[in-house]
């Protein structure tokens, strides 16, 4: 059972809501008031969604991201340790390793190799993860572009 008092009442017991505000402008100035839109014609969704939002495209990045991460700290890890070792640790580099040539100009001449090596990695994550899902969406892509060529030739 309600009391008449409601204290949690933006309105006081002996006063009443307000109107509402009328259908007309209440300024002589003003302009009309447009009508409401029609609705848009309702269509069925498709069955997956569009390339724009497709979770492949983050996938597609991800990999490529990784893929130019480890290729890149090959080499450039293998460079920074190579300077390190000259600046910190020139006894070590100036030691003969075999028949007088010492262990700075073969990690030197490794840098080569190594670079090689980076290469070889960026081209083997590029054929093994990052080719096939961009192909996967090249794919898709196509075949969006048919479906709504498809739908716009058919009256659309």
Do not use: N
């Not at 003969?96 to 980076?118: E, F």
Request: hydrophobic share 35%; aromatic share 10%.
């Amino acid at each position: 059972m309600s009391s008449p008092y409601d204290p949690y009442s933006p309105y006081s017991p002996h006063s009443s809501p307000p109107a509402p505000s009328p259908s007309y402008a209440t300024y002589p100035w003003q302009p009309p008031v447009p009508p409401e839109p029609p609705a848009p014609p309702r269509h069925r969704t498709p069955d997956h969604p569009p390339l724009g939002h497709h979770s492949d495209l983050r996938i597609l990045r991800g990999a490529y991201r990784w893929q130019r991460r480890v290729a890149t700290l090959t080499a450039l890890g293998y460079f920074t340790l190579f300077l390190i070792l000259s600046a910190f640790a020139p006894g070590f580099m100036t030691d003969p390793v075999a028949d007088g040539l010492p262990a700075g100009l073969l990690l030197a001449l490794l840098q080569l190799p190594v670079t090689w090596l980076a290469i070889g990695l960026y081209e083997h994550t590029a054929r093994r993860y990052v080719d096939p899902i961009a192909d996967r969406i090249r794919k898709e892509a196509a075949l969006d572009a048919k479906r709504e060529a498809g739908q716009w030739g058919a009256g659309r």
